[in-house]
């Protein structure tokens, strides 16, 4: 007859599984710890090369270093992006005439990778990269812009001074899409539409407010001045129900005109390609890492030295 587990048996059997995986791994490190002791020639000799390897890997030449921009997508979507960058990505299919393809063909870029933006105040601008891919498209919190990407590339120190000619031709392979040109035409226009309007809406505006303001005898200067100081002006309270709409129309114009300045192609960068700080295969990272990986493996070749007759025993079966 079955039994049924309880919340407090299934802790238990959790509990007994995390103390054996425990226990085997205090097992195989203190197996590990008696081979370099016994067969220490054989464990330093293979730390020895490993840390060399190291060594000779993050030569300063052979640093590699990761690129990061900021590219605003005007008028094309994001899955027409991520269609025509697809190729950059796994370096096949590009075109032969296409500025790029030798940078990617001769190594000098490699490992192109696209991250989203995040808006988490849901104004239009953009407060952090999602390196981690955690975000989703369906989370109203943290949201996924729609016309921006960061884009990330690899380089080698040796070929940074690469990396301005490395940008335009990205941003020549991408602004080439048919696809994404005929989005950017459309969005062109659009653009130029809103712009006037907003312009024409602004200087209504300021026009109603100077109106009032220049033509009221009610708040005019003693001296028969046409200005004062504006206390009047803010003051007053038929003009404060246009500051509102004033202050919001100018943001909303100044927006405007900052995407019409950056609206030259369907894809253009807010910031040229950046180099980050750290690099990818730093030397103190990397000597740590192959020594682990040397001594890992001179304690199995000195498992198989130790068991050597087992091991031809089952061989000759």
């Known amino acids: 007859m ?12 959790c509990g007994k599984a995390i103390g054996r995986c425990c226990s085997a791994i205090g097992c ?30 993050t030569r300063k030449d052979n640093t590699i270093y990761k690129l990061d921009a900021v590219a605003l997508l005007n008028g094309a979507t994001v899955p027409q ?16 005439d296409a500025a790029i393809t030798p940078f990617i063909k001769d190594e000098k870029a490699g490992t192109f ?10 104004d239009g601008t953009a407060d952090y990269v999602d390196y981690k891919r955690k975000s989703v498209p369906t989370d109203t919190v ?23 000619e490395i940008e335009q031709a990205v941003l020549a392979y991408l602004n080439a899409d048919e696809a994404m040109q005929q989005s950017y035409q ?69 927006q405007c005109d900052y995407r019409m300045q950056l609206a030259t192609a369907p894809v253009v960068l807010e910031n040229h390609f950046a ?5 990818v295969n730093g030397r103190f990272k990397c000597v740590i890492l192959f020594l682990l990986l040397g001594w890992i493996l001179g304690c199995v070749i000195a498992e198989m030295i130790d068991k050597r007759k087992v091991i031809v025993s089952w061989l000759q079966q």
């Open 186 to 254: 459309v969005y062109l226009a659009n653009l130029q539409e809103e712009v006037q309007f907003n312009h024409t809406q602004a200087h209504k505006l300021d026009s109603l407010t100077s109106a009032y303001y220049f033509n009221n005898p009610a708040i005019a200067q003693p001296d028969g001045l046409t200005h004062n100081s504006g206390v009047s002006f803010y003051g007053d309270r038929r003009i404060r129900l246009f500051l509102n709409e004033i202050y919001e129309q100018q943001k909303h114009m100044q």
């Open 142 to 164: 943290k949201v996924q812009m729609q016309d921006r990407l960061c884009l990330q590339f690899r380089v080698k120190s040796r070929d940074l001074t690469l990396v301005p």
């Open 2 to 13: 079955e039994r049924e587990m309880n919340f407090f048996d299934l802790c238990v059997v």
């Open 113 to 122: 990778k696209t991250y989203r933006v995040i808006d988490c105040l849901d």
């Open 275 to 279: 180099v980050s700080l750290s690099p």
């Open 81 to 96: 992006f991520e269609q025509r960058y697809a190729a950059l990505r796994t370096g096949k299919m590009l075109p032969a």
């Open 28 to 57: 195989m490190l203190s197996r590990m710890v008696r081979l370099t002791y016994r067969y220490w020639w054989i464990v330093l000799t293979l730390v020895a090369l490993a840390i060399c390897a190291a060594l000779y890997y």
